[in-house]
């Protein structure tokens, strides 16, 4: 028995993305330059704004979900036992 092969349509696998990065980063990094604009009332904000979808458009590269997939496991994370001491989760290395 032949195991059946199909071809997979990857632009149906893989998030939304507009310029490079996921949309929900795109937002997140309007927000921040929004933020940033609103506390130094400048238009050097733009900089920040290219300076950190440029550090989203590199992670995407390699894995749209990239940003997902971190949220996911730090959510998942559980306390270690010296965290009410810290306030973090701490590891031995």
């Known amino acids: 028995m ?4 199909h071809r997979l349509c990857k632009p149906l696998t893989q ?4 310029a490079g990065v996921t ?8 927000l921040i330059t929004t ?4 506390v ?3 238009f050097l ?9 440029a550090v989203g458009y590199l992670a995407c ?5 990239v940003f997902d997939l971190w949220l996911t496991r ?13 306030g973090c989760n701490s590891y031995a290395p």
Do not use: D, G, K
């Open 2 to 5: 032949e195991l059946a092969r």
């Open 23 to 30: 949309y929900s980063f795109f937002v997140i990094n309007a």
């Open 61 to 65: 590269l390699r894995e749209p979900r």
């Open 40 to 42: 130094t009332r400048s």
């Open 15 to 18: 998030p939304q993305m507009f």
């Open 74 to 86: 730090v959510s998942r994370c559980p306390r270690v036992a010296n965290w009410r001491r810290w």
């Open 35 to 38: 933020e940033v604009f609103l």
């Open 45 to 53: 904000a733009l900089a920040v704004a290219l300076a950190v979808h």
